[in-house]
């Protein structure tokens, strides 16, 4: 039955001045109103207590006092009884909408998903009474205002530059080295005092959009400081990067000559941000619109243009077709594939002189440019005609004219192969799924018989040297497999795109913070049917934090009766105390012994006697004098370890092993802490001693 408010108080207590002696009262805290939040969004208001008497593990009850009805508090949970509450709260609470959460015995956070308009009100933080005198205060009230969602946030017209195709979310060209223009209108109709924070980010093409995968280009905060994400902190600080506020609504983003890797998909997001009473700042409302598909048309850069005809020409004494456009050169058995292959463009000038071939003639204009797949390496060469010259400011721009693959020999090079990572740097609870993006991109051939692909992730603990361990990853077959260490994990290693891989942890443990990046290798396949690695490329460090549980645990151990004979049975008992963890927190024991080494006065390494684990099923190891075993939970922090017929083998140091485990939504179990015992010497007197 729904609780009608808080349990009936004792009348202030009255004030005691004693000299000498020192007073403690209970006090309870809860933030400063009042709060100010935004219908259909989440909130969390805190409370602890300090200065009580009794167990560290306090219990809370929060109650709602409506303003239409300011006297009457609505129970909506309790730490203590699942039935606490009132009927308006209880299918939120049963949905999970709303929840009391422990940060530690003596501080709880309530937590409501999605605000509604009857929300608001006066709440008050109840701690029930475990002192032996009422002194202090029992309770804390804050006041929480329920504001309508008047955020709008929609994209602008894109510039005069750039092809725009008629769909919707439109889909922009540009070329490599122009100006991208994007813009959006962002406002609000709040009557309270607040500032608008409006980013724009790219989610990398053909992914799905999230808030998990969009990587921030640039972003005007609420103290109207401009900031870039990480990969375009460079570009901010060297002007390329601009973003405006035009007028009262109007937000503008340039990025002054567009690469390779701005293409993708971009949004606008605008936040809104009020400052409470206690002068922090909290988000109470955001929205996201899609701005624009855009692609990066990239170009080569040509060093000079000379006349030239259609017609095959002489290399070297080789043909070179320009319709075929492939090379027969010597020492090689096949032609080579030009589009496979790293270029570098040279003058036609200086390719004559290199090769002794005559310059082209014609009435059209023609670029000659020439790929070597090795350093120092003479014999494999290709040459490609180009045109479409386009000029742009100092840079002389072009497009192939045509390409003809022919792939009896793929190369590919580490200056071809680049991988990026999103969406940044992560900061996560445990339990929470952990999704990191890999993009590969550059001038690759597609996989297939001639070439394929391996994709990976590593993790190294932060502060620690190397690329780390690997977590997953795709082969060339892409078949996924775990890391070392990561067996029994519920991780996905996926493709989602042609080029884009994603990994996802369904349940992060504190222990996989760290430093994630991706390798990505290409390999090849020659004459033969072996495949050979041409090209690896790693990513950047992407940090990842996980929050800890805060689990702290502490055992005692002793010998019950404090001396035992032989063939009795001794019984060693441990009691556990836990401080801190989230609800469910599930405990295991084991009991270890070390026994002196024969000859020495060492004890060799400890051995596993027994133990319980966290679902409660025994295990038992090797005891010492070979008999029976038994350990059991004699309650619900103590556990008992038997060694029935004592024999002068079993003599040594004992001690108790607790751990605390935690289980997430994916079924999975993780330890959240750990502790030892004192040692317990156990040994068997014979009778007469």
């Not at 004979?565 to 012994?593: D, F, H, K, M």
């Given at each position: 039955m729904g609780a009608l408010g808080p349990s009936p108080r004792l009348p202030p207590p009255l004030l005691l001045l004693m000299l000498g002696v020192q007073c403690f009262a209970r006090e309870v805290l809860v933030p400063k109103g009042p709060l100010y939040r935004v219908a259909g969004t989440a909130i969390s208001i805190s409370c602890n207590v300090s200065s009580y008497e009794g167990p560290a593990q306090q219990d809370f009850e929060w109650f709602l006092y409506r303003p239409e009805a300011p006297e009457a508090a609505l129970g909506i949970v309790s730490t203590r009884d699942a039935r606490f509450s009132y009927a308006v709260f209880g299918a939120r609470v049963a949905a999970g909408d709303v929840q009391v959460q422990r940060l530690q015995g003596d501080a709880v956070v309530l937590r409501i998903a999605h605000l509604q308009a009857q929300d608001a009100g006066v709440y008050e933080c109840y701690t029930p009474s475990t002192d032996a005198r009422y002194l202090g205060s029992y309770s804390g009230k804050v006041e929480l205002r329920v504001l309508p969602d008047t955020l709008q946030v929609s994209a602008t017209p894109p510039g005069p530059r750039g092809r725009q195709a008629p769909t919707s979310p439109p889909r922009l060209t540009v070329h490599e080295g122009q100006e991208l223009a994007l813009g959006c209108v962002a406002r609000t109709s709040t009557q309270q005092h607040t500032h608008l924070a409006v980013s724009f980010g790219r989610a990398v093409p053909e992914v799905p959009v999230g808030r998990a995968t969009l990587q921030e280009v640039v972003g005007l905060r609420p103290d109207l400081a401009v900031e870039a994400g990480a990969p375009y902190a460079e570009r901010l600080a060297a002007g390329e990067l601009r973003l405006g506020k035009e007028g009262a609504e109007r937000y503008r983003m340039v990025v002054g000559g567009a690469q390779a890797e701005d293409a993708g998909t971009y949004h606008c997001t605008a936040a809104e941000w009020i400052q409470d009473p206690d002068g922090s700042w909290a988000q109470i409302a955001e929205k996201r619109a899609v701005?624009?598909?855009?692609?990066?048309?990239?170009?080569?850069?040509?060093?000079?243009s000379h006349s030239g005809s259609l017609e095959p020409w002489d290399l070297g004494g080789h043909q070179v077709g320009t319709a075929g456009l492939q090379a027969h050169l010597p020492e090689r058995a096949g032609p080579v594939s030009i589009t496979s292959l790293p270029w570098r463009v040279f003058s036609a000038q200086k390719l004559g002189m290199e090769v002794g071939g005559p310059w082209l003639r014609g009435e059209r204009p023609w670029v000659v440019g020439m790929a070597v797949p090795h350093e120092g390496q003479t014999g494999r060469l290709a040459v490609l005609l180009w045109r479409k010259e386009l000029q742009l400011g100092s840079r002389v721009l072009c497009a192939p004219s045509c390409l003809h693959d022919t792939p009896s020999l793929s190369y590919v090079s580490a200056s071809q192969l680049a991988v990026a990572v999103g969406p940044g740097e992560r900061r996560i609870g445990p339990g929470e799924p952990l999704e990191l993006l890999c993009n590969v991109s550059g001038a690759l051939p597609p996989p297939g018989r001639h070439a394929a692909y391996s994709v990976g992730w590593e993790m190294a603990p932060a502060g620690a040297p190397g690329p780390g361990r690997l977590v997953a990853q795709l082969d060339t077959d892409g078949v996924g497999s775990l890391g070392p260490g990561y067996e029994g994990r519920h991780i996905a290693m996926e493709k989602v795109a042609s080029?884009?891989?994603?990994?996802?942890?369904?349940?992060?443990r504190p222990g996989d913070a760290g430093t994630y990046r991706c390798l990505?290798?290409?390999?090849?396949?020659?004459?033969?049917?072996?495949?050979?690695?041409?090209?690896?490329?790693?990513?950047?460090?992407?940090?990842?934090?996980?929050?800890?549980?805060?689990?702290?645990?502490?055992?005692?151990?002793?010998?019950?009766?404090?001396?035992?004979?032989?063939?009795?049975?001794?019984?060693?008992?441990?009691?556990?105390?836990?401080?801190?963890?989230?609800?469910?927190?599930?405990?295991?024991?084991?009991?270890?012994?070390?026994?002196?080494e024969e000859g020495t006065l060492s004890s060799g390494p400890a051995q596993l006697v027994g133990g319980v684990g966290q679902d409660g099923v025994a295990e038992l190891g090797v005891r010492p004098g070979g008999g029976p075993v038994s350990v059991e939970l004699v309650g619900p922090r103590s556990h008992r370890l038997r060694l029935h017929g004592l024999g002068p083998e079993d003599e040594g140091v004992y001690h108790c092993a607790p751990s605390a485990w935690v289980q997430h939504a994916d079924y999975s179990w993780y330890q959240a802490g750990s502790a030892r015992s004192g040692p317990v010497t156990v040994y068997p007197y014979t009778h007469g001693e």
């Open positions: 701005l624009a598909h855009v692609d990066v048309q990239t170009l080569c850069e040509c060093h000079s080029r884009t891989y994603r990994l996802r942890l369904e349940a992060a990505a290798k290409a390999y090849v396949r020659g004459s033969g049917a072996r495949l050979r690695e041409a090209a690896s490329a790693r990513s950047r460090p992407l940090p990842v934090h996980v929050r800890e549980e805060g689990v702290v645990l502490e055992a005692v151990a002793w010998l019950a009766g404090g001396t035992v004979y032989r063939g009795e049975t001794a019984s060693l008992l441990c009691n556990i105390s836990v401080r801190g963890g989230p609800p469910g927190l599930r405990l295991a024991a084991s009991w270890w012994v070390e026994r002196p």
